[in-house]
């Protein structure tokens, strides 16, 4: 891959690792398991900006329950391939004394971003904590949580498109890629 590779270079050395059909099917299928645990609960559901914001839209109107929503942004890949600190826009709220508090996120990869934000809702009170992602990452180290409600595992690749981006573009992509290897 050339060291500032244009976007169309891009999806031209990328491989599309599912339909978007399928991910439909995934997500519905989620929106059903969520359902079944968190229907009574109002819910509190935040999104990860900025990578969860697909996922968010296309699984929320299929919550057929009451909640709340609103959003955190942290972020710790910025434009790059590899994780850092975590970097808060956007803290979790502070009102969350004894809600229960479904986080949407698109990945799962080393599992940072989720264990921090973890970390904030339940020092703002919430009750209970749990977390939904599209994609968990299989990695060869362990991670300091699991989700409750995932999708898809994938191979450790860096993955965009569906919300995802690869140097900070194709988040718009309709489904998931991977660069070939
Ligand atoms: O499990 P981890 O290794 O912590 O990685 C997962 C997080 O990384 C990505 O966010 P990113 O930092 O790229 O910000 P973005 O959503 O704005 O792209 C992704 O959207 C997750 O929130
Ligand atoms: O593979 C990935 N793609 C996009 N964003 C990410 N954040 C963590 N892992 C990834």
Redesign the pocket.
Known sequence: MAENPTPQHILEQSEQLCTAQELAGIIGKMAQDIAKTLSDQCPVVLCVMN?AVIFTGHLLPQLNFPLHFSYVHGTR?HET?Q?GELDWKVAPPDDLKDRVVLVLD??L?EGWTLAAIRERVMKNGARAFYSAVLVD?VIARDKPLQADFAGITLPD????GFG???HGMWRNLPTIYALKQ
């Open positions: 990578g890949y391939t994780g698109d990945v990869d990452k690749r860096y993955i965009f995802m981006d690869i």
